[in-house]
């Protein structure tokens, strides 16, 4: 399995999932750019607004290459001056309070010296926490984990607790999921078996997700619902643009700006000290942002 | 002028754009919240909001003290264990379009040896820009300057394009103003010549921008300006999140989130690709949102 191969599949992975996406919102369709990076490589950009349940979302494949920049050169403690960077990366952030946001991203990385590694994960963010349905979510992703590797699921469930953390708030992004990187051949599994768990990553998505879309998309909502949802995805834009490695990597390397950016969320809201009334599900909603909760029970 | 001497300049500072603050909008008041940081010091956040010109704003004073956190000593290379930093710094952000945004900061930092140094400035991001405006501003900057330094104003002008520019969006935030940092009294200057010219800054910013205010706040505005003003917020939100130091030295040094990230707006909206007709007002703008350009002419 080549690195040209590893994009080949990521980009029938980006295809099936926007295919699934399309026919579960019933309404709105992907428009896509391509587009090509100076440096070297270029990618698909698949972006989706308005839709029946969708208000925005981007399904972005990309395959880049060249030089490293120093940036990254000296965070990463690399030797190499050569990269070669494929994956799939997506966010949904869909109308309706009642429907989680969701993101999930299968990556490559290559060096010159063959040096390589796989990532990725799924994660969801809930304006409001339905236990039982975090309970199915996890259980969910567990399942395939258990497939490769009996630890997998909870050292990759602490490490998406860590990575979706935001200290300057002590709150989780939402109820985790899944996050691995730097995943390679040294640990007896071959790259073949690791592909082949991230894939299996990669298409659990769109059923998974397609299946919390629908479950909760006809639920009716009030006004200050949907303003509890505004203020939620504002600690998704402060995650992402002040915490997210994946971002920063993407802005630092000259990735196009606007695909990268196609995760924040189409309106925010901001309010000094917005109150949340004791006992309300906006305040329990807010006890479960926690690291460590084990969702399975 | 001694640390304590300075913090209590600086919360008079605080007390007098408030008070000026308050009588231009004519109807909202500031709501004050002190509090106390756990590592040492405190500050006072003062909060307005729904005002007849200011949606949201926030004058910050604070005065903080303790162990210097690794992560910033690393960064800023210090070699001492305790800090004392105190500063007032506000963020207004108008409701209507036509108002332009505006920061202002001025900042003391000493070390336990007794190294210090100030820093500051001023800088406007108006949604629409309006040259003969951005001359005025500009100039008043000026004038402050040249009472100091002859190479105070190209200086700090050049400081605020480097330190204002959005890499990935290949923009400067608004057109400038004037950014210094690292002011000391190893350049011929005295401390108290050093803080006169940081306190004139200070001084500077209540006429200055309350003329702004004025003269804008009885424009009409469509919905199309006021859909271009929520866009133009979130190039503010990518910036003070993404590369502002000073947010992030907050954040870092688990400074009060709430007071921080009260520079956020109130409202916020991204499109992917957001379109900008040609010739139209909000072409002209982004194609203003350049460094080096002399407003002064």
Chains 1, 2 share one sequence.
């Not at 607004?49 to 990254?72: D, R, T, Y």
């Amino acid at each position: 399995m080549n690195k040209e191969q590893i994009a080949e599949r990521f980009k029938e992975l980006q295809d099936r999932i926007c295919k699934a996406l399309e026919k579960n919102d019933g309404k709105a369709l992907f428009q896509e750019d391509k587009w090509e990076r100076k440096g070297g490589g270029g990618g698909r950009s698949r972006i989706i607004k308005n839709g029946n349940i969708i208000e925005k979302g981007g399904v972005q494949f990309s395959a880049v290459h060249g030089k490293l920049p120093h940036k990254i050169k000296d965070k990463l403690k690399l030797n190499a001056d050569n990269f070669y960077a494929t994956g799939v990366s997506l966010i949904v952030h869909p109308e309706n309070p009642h429907v989680p946001i969701v993101h999930m991203n299968v990556r490559y990385f290559e060096l010159e010296d063959g040096t390589f590694w796989f990532g990725g994960g799924i994660d969801l963010t809930p304006i409001y926490i339905d236990k039982t349905e975090a309970r199915e979510f996890h259980v969910k992703l567990k399942e395939v984990c258990d497939r490769y590797h009996k630890n997998f699921y909870n050292k990759f469930k602490t490490w998406a607790d860590e990575y979706f953390y935001i200290p300057f708030r002590k709150e989780t992004r939402g109820i985790g999921g899944i996050f691995f990187d730097h995943l390679n051949d040294d640990k007896g599994m071959s790259k073949d078996e690791i592909f082949s768990f991230v894939m299996d990553i990669g298409n659990l998505f769109a059923p998974l997700y397609c299946r919390v879309m629908t479950k909760n998309t006809n639920k009716s909502y009030s006004a200050k619902e949907k303003e509890w949802q505004l203020h939620r995805r504002g600690r998704y834009v402060e995650f992402n643009l002040a915490l997210d490695k994946g971002t920063q990597f993407g802005l630092d390397t000259n990735g196009r700006t606007e695909s990268i950016l196609v995760s924040m969320p189409p309106e925010v809201k901001w309010t000094y000290q917005y109150e949340i009334l004791k006992g309300s599900r906006e305040e329990k909603t807010c006890q479960l942002l926690r690291k460590g909760i084990n969702w399975i029970g």
